[in-house]
Each structure stands twice: as structure tokens, then as C-alpha cells.
């Protein structure tokens, strides 16, 4: 997996809300990558963050978010750092977004032609976007050379305040035991000790990362400037190149029409100077009556019968189903790379449901697009996913290929969200998670699970657990794989149904032989 591109990069980020009741961590501390061309599901309950980390994605958290932390990375930015008119050419343009509830993505009173049509018209300067392109790389550099320089400062900030929240644990954990006096106060003085040292580190990081901030800025500010004169030069050549191709077929269409005499050929001359000035317009704007016509072209990539028709009807005059296809055409128009789904198919029959998935995976395929699909349907991750995180209490509690996660699951969620899931094989009665959520306003100290776990032991309720490597590809957080626990076996209805899985995978291979 590692030689695989990587388009976004997901580290340790954290998002809180302030609410009446206080800081809701609805995020804490969730890492992935998503690679080119392959669909990353992110599966979990109602309130356990799947959402949230999308919208840090795009940029559109709500006004009473807090980002605590983390970074997320696409095309060398860090996403957290960058301003909104920054935003405003990657938003749609390089990452679209298919939301859960086609009718309230739309506007009830604009028809749906002027709904897809408005992104494009709003970018239509193809000149302008071909600057922005060359000098991309350059000005994604400078912008990122104080962001790097903040980030190698904000890392050693909190790597001292994990040692010392550490240290006084113990030292809490020691008094609350009844240790001795001369214990204590070794530890306090170590404390102090450690305080110094870190506070002098931190000095230092923060001098080496300003001295070598200075030092690379002028060379980026200078690449910068060169690579700018460089877009504005080739821009002006394209746009020169382009106008006397055009000066030069209205010329020649001129001196034609001028020695016409019979009418077909007078019409014929005048449409081919239409036609020169309406090819020069399309190549440095994006016209109403261009993007009229990919529009159409995109209804029709999505399914939506008689194009023309549609095109200029309202929301209301569309079905469930054939509303979401219009949210995926507005979200395909700017052709982004990146395309998050988040739960597009929840308000859908199980019918239109699975026209919808059929299509997203189809449109993946041919546009060659990276997808990060939010759902809390286990059944609807089978038939999208490539790798699957699953999302607890604003974590990752397991992480992995959709074969891991399947067929080798190994926290006690996973097993939960696989045995409540109907199958037409399974005689056993589906087990149900007990319990509700947490609270994340006061988010519990060990495993958000544990409360809800049968196979919860002690330590689940004093202490998260790390993420333990089953493979290379797949991790869990659950103390059962620490070489110390208990053996524990996973629930028989999502033994036997694997099981069940694996025997009918094989008797198809060996039809398949014969």
C-alpha cells in the first residue's frame, strides 16, 4: 500500500463543539490516508465522528467548531491552515461532496439547470485557472514554509505536555496509594526537573525551526516570483496563440463570404465565423451555453432520462432516487478528484439504493476518482469499499481491507456491527449493542466501547488502547490483542456466517475452475 499514491492524509486530528453543556470532543485524534483511485469507508454509529472529519475535509465545519489538532494534507497543504479564498479553488473544484439528504442540498425554487450550472459559471475563467495551475506547486510551497515551521513547534509542545500529564499521573496515582513522603517529593522534584529540560528543548526547536524558516523563505519567495512570470508569460502566448487562430479563421471566413454569391454559401461563411468566436470564448471562458451543455452531458452520465426536459424543471418535480443523481451531477461538474459521499443513500428505498451505489461505483471507475464513502450500513461497505475504518466515540477503532474487516475482525464493535446485520443464511437471532454512545462532553477515560462490551476487562476502563498491527494492512484498538489478555472468541453468528462466506467464495472459484 505504500507505493500507492496518497491524495489526502489524515493525522491525529481533532475536532471539538462548544455547546450549552460544554466541549464536545466529536473528534479525537482520527489518522487515515486515502489513495488514488480506491474507496475508503468510514462505518460507525450515529455521533461517532464519520461526519465531522469529512467536513474538516472540506472545510465546512460549523461556527462553533474547535479545531484542537492534526493536519490533513492534500496536495501539500495542510487543509487547517489554508484561508477560505484558498479553499475556494480546492471546495468543488479538486474535493466534491455528495451530502446525506438530496432534497435539503438543493434549492426548492431554482431549477435544477441553473443548480448544476452555477459552480461552473462562477469558475469560468479558464485563463485565469490556468495560471493558478502553473504556479500551484510553488505557492503551495511558500504557504506551507511558515505552516511547517508552526508544526515542528506545535509537535514538541505536545510531546512536553504528554511527558509531564504523564509524570503527574503517576505522582496523583502515588498519593492516592499512600506513598511515601521522600517518594513524593522525588517525584515532584523530578517533575521540576523534567519541566526545565523540556522548556529548554522547546527553546531550541523553536530557534532551529525560525533560523531555517528564514533561511528557506527567500528562496521559495524568489521561486515563487519566477515561476509566477513564467504562468503569466505562457498564459499570454496561449491566449495570443489562440486569438490570431481565431483573427485568422474570421479573416479567411470574411474573404470568403465576400466572394459568395448564392445563399448556402453566404450562411455557411457567416457560421463559420460564429463558430471562430465561439471557439475562442470557449477556450479562455466557460460560456452559459458551455456549461448548458456539459450539464447535460453530466445528467445523462448520471442516469437522469430526457436531459433537455429536466434541465429546466425544480427539485420538487424529481423523485428521491433522481434527486440524488442531480447532487452527484453538481458534485462530477468541476470533475474533482476526490469525491466524499456521506451517507448519499439513507433517505433511499433499498432499490434506488443499490442503482445509486451501482452508479458511484461505475463513475469512480471510469473518472478514475478517489472516494471516502461515510455510511453506518455494514451491508452497503461490502459493496463499495476497498479499506474500511470503523468509527467509535469520535476514534478509529479498526482499520483495514474490507477482506480484514470481513472476514478477520478484531474489536468488539466490529463484531457488534457484523452480528446486528439481517442475512438471508443466518436461523441465529441478531444480537443488538446494548447501551447508547457516550457522552462526549465528558468522554470516557479508557475504551469508549468498554460500557457496552461484554468482553470489556479491567484496563478498558482506566486506559485507551493503542492501535495493535494484526497485518500490515489492518489494526485495531481493543486490548484483547495485547499479549497479555485473555483469549477471547469472537460472537458465534459472526463466526458461522463468515464461515458460511469463505464456503461459498470457494464453491464459486470451483465452478469458476470447471
Not at 55 to 66: D, E, P, R, T
Not at 128 to 147: C, G, M, P, Q, W
Not at 151 to 176: G, V
Not at 274 to 291: F, G, H, P, S, W
Request: proline residues 4%; positive net charge.
Amino acid at each position: 500500500m505504500s507505493e500507492k499514491e496518497k491524495v489526502v492524509q489524515v493525522k491525529n486530528l481533532r475536532v471539538s463543539f462548544t455547546t450549552d453543556a460544554g466541549i464536545l470532543k466529536a473528534v479525537r485524534g482520527v489518522s487515515f490516508d486515502l489513495y488514488k483511485g480506491e474507496t475508503l469507508c468510514i462505518v460507525g454509529e450515529s455521533g461517532s465522528g464519520k461526519s465531522v472529519t469529512c467536513k474538516g475535509i472540506m472545510g465546512i465545519l460549523a461556527n462553533n467548531s474547535i479545531v484542537e489538532g492534526g493536519q490533513i494534507i492534500y496536495e501539500g497543504e495542510d487543509l487547517l491552515k489554508i484561508s477560505e479564498a484558498d479553499f475556494h479553488r480546492i471546495r468543488g473544484n479538486k474535493i466534491g461532496m455528495i451530502f446525506q439528504d438530496p432534497l435539503s442540498s438543493l434549492n426548492p425554487i431554482m431549477k435544477i439547470g441553473k443548480q448544476i450550472t452555477e459552480a461552473m459559471l462562477i469558475n469560468n475563467d479558464k485563463l485565469k485557472n490556468r495560471y493558478n495551475d502553473i504556479i500551484s506547486a510553488e505557492l503551495t510551497a511558500y504557504k506551507n514554509a511558515k505552516v511547517i515551521k508552526s508544526q515542528a513547534i506545535m509537535q514538541k509542545q505536545n510531546e512536553n505536555d504528554d511527558i509531564i500529564y504523564h509524570l503527574n499521573k503517576e505522582l496523583k496515582e502515588k498519593q492516592a496509594k499512600g506513598a511515601g513522603e521522600d517518594e513524593i517529593s522525588a517525584l515532584k522534584e523530578n517533575i521540576a526537573e523534567t519541566k526545565k529540560k523540556l522548556a529548554k528543548e522547546l527553546a531550541q526547536i523553536k530557534k532551529e525551526a525560525t533560523l531555517k524558516y528564514k533561511e528557506s523563505l527567500p528562496k521559495l519567495k524568489a521561486a515563487l516570483k519566477a515561476k509566477k512570470a513564467i504562468a503569466k508569460k505562457e498564459v499570454k502566448e496561449y491566449e495570443a496563440k489562440i486569438r490570431t487562430t481565431r483573427n485568422q479563421k474570421i479573416k479567411e471566413a470574411k474573404v470568403e463570404l465576400s466572394r459568395a454569391t448564392d445563399p448556402e454559401t453566404k450562411k455557411a461563411c457567416r457560421n463559420k465565423i460564429k463558430d471562430a468566436k465561439l471557439e475562442y470564448q470557449n477556450l479562455t471562458k466557460i460560456t452559459k451555453a458551455e456549461a448548458k451543455r456539459r450539464a447535460l452531458e453530466v445528467m445523462k452520465e448520471v442516469g437522469i432520462p430526457q436531459p433537455e426536459k429536466r434541465y429546466n424543471q425544480y427539485p420538487f418535480q424529481f423523485s428521491g432516487g433522481m434527486r440524488q443523481r442531480i447532487v452527484i451531477a453538481i458534485a462530477l461538474t468541476a470533475a474533482p478528484d476526490v469525491l466524499i459521499c456521506d451517507e448519499p443513500t439513507t433517505a433511499l428505498d433499498v432499490t434506488i439504493q443499490a442503482q445509486i451505489l451501482e452508479l458511484i461505483n461505475k463513475l469512480k471507475v471510469e473518472r478514475n476518482l478517489s472516494c471516502i464513502f461515510i455510511t453506518h450500513d455494514l451491508g452497503v461497505v461490502a459493496n463499495m469499499a476497498d479499506r474500511v475504518a470503523v468509527m467509535y466515540a469520535g476514534k478509529i477503532v479498526e482499520y483495514g481491507t474490507d477482506i480484514d474487516i470481513f472476514y478477520n475482525p478484531k474489536h468488539p464493535y466490529t463484531w457488534a456491527l457484523l452480528a446486528s446485520i439481517p442475512d438471508l443464511d443466518s436461523s441465529e437471532k441478531l444480537d443488538a449493542i446494548p447501551g447508547t454512545p457516550p457522552n462526549l462532553v465528558y468522554p470516557p477515560i479508557g475504551d469508549a466501547f468498554a460500557a457496552r462490551s461484554k468482553y470489556a476487562m479491567a484496563i478498558d476502563f482506566k486506559y485507551q488502547p493503542p492501535l495493535f498491527k494484526v497485518s500490515d494492512t489492518h489494526y485495531a484498538a481493543t486490548w484483547l490483542l495485547h499479549k497479555d489478555a485473555p483469549k477471547v472468541e469472537m460472537p458465534k453468528i459472526v463466526s458461522a456466517r463468515i464461515k458460511r462466506d469463505l464456503e461459498k467464495e470457494e464453491e464459486r472459484r470451483n465452478e469458476q475452475a470447471i
